[in-house]
Nanobody, 120 residues
């Protein structure tokens, strides 16, 4: 069974920075794309950033220039560096990964989320 565990959320003032981490554990063959999503109260979950196994990245327009996604394949970990945070970035941030538990199968896995609160 594959698990994703996020860490690094918390309370920060507007303009500040946080770094989220998400580590995959368990038994699996490989991890393909990984990403971060967020869900604010009363809103739908939305993509923040994604990264392929090879390191190609994509970002939502609302975080371009402020957030940076990266990964360490040796540690099965993905990071989200968040700078210039705004109150509207307040949300629960979820880690997501496309995992191959065995070579012939794909499995989408979600973490339980970490809360980021940005005060004005």
């Amino acid at each position: 069974q594959v698990q994703l565990v996020e860490s690094g959320g918390g309370l920060v003032q507007a303009g500040g920075s946080l770094r989220l981490s998400c580590a995959a554990s368990g038994s699996f063959f490989s991890i393909n794309a990984m990403g971060w999503y967020r869900q604010a109260p009363g809103k739908q979950r939305e993509l923040v950033a994604g990264i392929t196994q090879g390191g190609s990245t994509n970002y939502a327009d609302f975080v371009k220039g402020r957030f940076t996604i990266s990964r360490d394949n040796a540690k099965n970990t993905v990071y989200l560096q968040m700078n210039s945070l705004k109150p509207e970035d307040t949300a629960v941030y979820y880690c997501n990964a496309d995992v191959k538990p065995v070579p012939e199968e794909y499995l989408e896995v979600w973490g339980r989320g970490t809360l980021v609160t940005v005060s004005s």
